[in-house]
């Protein structure tokens, strides 16, 4: 568990430690890009946590700084007030990012490369979960033979292989059509089921929110602020015209537009 603090908060943050992630009235104030511009603040006074295993969805606007939230869970940019308590964590950006001249195999191996196993070792394990994955005889293509679907699994793969007990997933179906994006919305929630972890998950899709996560925090515009906090308190798998799920979908969408 990583502590990163700054400018102390106005009262303690309690029980800290009993999360995988906390982040407690969190300000991150961009510099001005150019001179005579003014400085951006992202985020403002946010204070959000995840317990074990616990999946939690972000949404809100564009701009509202639900991807500097990631990279602040990350530690990959530090936090201008506020702390962060958080486990090691694998990010999942936007993009799949995958190497063009590599095979599937061999992209979602490089995540255990990069930490010293061995080219065979890595390759068997990568192979053996891109299986699970529905993947089976896909293991040599390149990124630009595989759908948009199967370059996410791959992703995905990649990322769970980081070995890192929290996943940070940036909007990993925004880039598809409506049909696949809930088909990978389905098979994330089963993969999910079958190797729990630790998830911080943003999206714009207030529906793909309601059916993975357990809580939905709700953004405000930029700075982003929390302005609500949703527990979704129904079994899976979820069927996405269950009257309470869009019941808080309605919810979360009028908290957005509030």
Not at 157 to 186: I, K, S, V
Not at 192 to 203: E, I
Request: with cysteine; glycine share 6%; hydrophobic share 50%.
């Amino acid at each position: 568990m990583q502590t990163r603090m700054t400018a102390p908060p106005e009262a303690p943050a309690t029980d800290i430690g009993i999360d995988a992630v906390r982040l407690h009235r969190v300000d991150k104030v961009f510099a001005p890009a150019r001179r005579g511009a003014t400085a951006v603040t992202a985020l403002k006074g946010v204070s959000l946590r995840a317990a074990p295993g616990e999946i939690v969805a972000v949404v809100g606007p564009s701009g509202c700084g639900k991807t500097t939230l990631l990279e602040l869970v990350c530690g990959l940019t530090e936090p201008d007030a506020g702390t962060i308590e958080a486990q090691p964590a694998a990010l999942m950006a936007q993009r799949d990012l995958l190497l063009p001249w590599a095979g599937a195999a061999d992209n979602a191996a490089l995540a255990l490369r990069v930490n010293g196993v061995d080219r065979r070792e890595a390759r068997e394990r990568a192979t053996a979960l891109l299986e699970d994955f529905g993947l089976h005889g896909f293991m040599q293509a390149r990124p630009h033979e595989l759908s948009g679907g199967m370059r996410q699994r791959v992703a995905f793969a990649r990322t769970l292989l980081a070995g890192r007990p929290l996943l940070c997933l940036d909007e990993p179906f925004a880039a598809l059509d409506a049909l696949t994006r809930q088909d990978m919305q389905d098979w994330l929630a089963e993969a999910l089921r079958a190797d729990p972890r630790t998830v911080v998950l943003v999206t714009h899709d207030v529906e793909e929110a309601m059916v993975l996560a357990d809580r939905v925090v709700v953004l405000s515009p930029r700075p982003g602020r929390v302005v609500a906090t949703i527990a979704v308190d129904i079994a899976r798998p979820r069927v996405r015209t269950d009257p309470q799920l869009v019941a808080l979908r309605a919810q979360a969408l009028e908290e957005l537009r509030a």
